[in-house]
Antibody, heavy 118, light 109 residues
Framework: QVQLVESGGDLVTPGGSLRLSCAASGFSVTDYYMSWIRQAPGKGLEWVAYISVSGDTIYYPGSVKGRFTISRDSAKNSLYLQMNSLRAEDTAVYYC???????????WGQGALVTVSS | IVMTQTPLSLSVTPGHPASISCKSRQSLLFSDGKTYLSWYLQRPGQRPQLLIYEVSRRLSGVPDRFSGGGSGTDFTLTISRVEAEDVGVYYCMQGMDLFSFGPGTKVEI
């Protein structure tokens, strides 16, 4: 049974850093492309990071490029999102998601809330 | 790729059909001949769930009252007979050039 469980969400001050984790079970994170997708309070979905099956291709949208880093650990079967220089507009629920055929996301975690505020 | 959806809000009657339009600013037809447009439903207080990928392929377990269609830049999600459990926000997403979502369509009974 596929499961994704995020952790690490917290309240952080502007300019601070935070690392989110996503523990996967029921599959190996190295067998699928993975992404982080966020949702600001009351808003829509925004994709924020992608890592390929091989792990050597990584993409970010312009809104987080240079501040966020996606990575994975095969031994811990986990996905991570390192977030630096956080801004108020980064406040959101962050979901990790597993890639599916058709460049879609078939499995999502329950989400981790990140609040950036002084 | 900018994605738009209409309407942004939809009031539906159980047992009646409903449809949502999704448009992209550029064609979602990839060089491999496939079109990477997917649909998601986010029920209130829940995580998003994939309904349809590659325009019209229903994920296993998704009721057949949900169908997707379209090509190029214009796509539609249709619910043949709306049920109460179908309320929530529907998002289209393109995967042709990285990923981007439409603004969402809120469906209410």
């Amino acid at each position: 049974q596929v499961q994704l469980v995020e952790s690490g969400g917290d309240l952080v001050t502007p300019g601070g850093s935070l690392r989110l984790s996503c523990a996967a079970s029921g599959f190996s994170v190295t067998d699928y492309y993975m992404s982080w997708i966020r949702q600001a309070p009351g808003k829509g979905l925004e994709w924020v990071a992608y890592i390929s099956v091989s792990g050597d291709t990584i993409y970010y949208p312009g809104s987080v490029k240079g501040r966020f880093t996606i990575s994975r650990d095969s031994a811990k079967n986990s996905l991570y999102l390192q977030m630096n220089s956080l801004r108020a507009e980064d406040t959101a629920v962050y979901y990790c998601a597993r890639g599916s055929p058709g460049w879609a996301f078939g499995y999502w975690g329950q989400g981790a809330l990140v609040t950036v505020s002084s | 790729i900018v994605m738009t959806q209409t309407p942004l809000s939809l009031s539906v009657t159980p047992g009646h059909p409903a449809s949502i339009s999704c448009k992209s600013r550029q064609s979602l037809l990839f060089s491999d001949g496939k079109t990477y447009l997917s649909w998601y439903l986010q029920r209130p207080g829940q995580r998003p769930q994939l309904l349809i990928y590659e325009v019209s392929r229903r994920l296993s377990g998704v009721p057949d009252r949900f169908s997707g269609g379209g090509s190029g830049t214009d796509f539609t999600l249709t619910i043949s007979r709306v049920e109460a459990e179908d309320v929530g926000v529907y998002y289209c997403m393109q995967g042709m050039d990285l990923f981007s979502f439409g603004p969402g369509t809120k469906v209410e009974i």
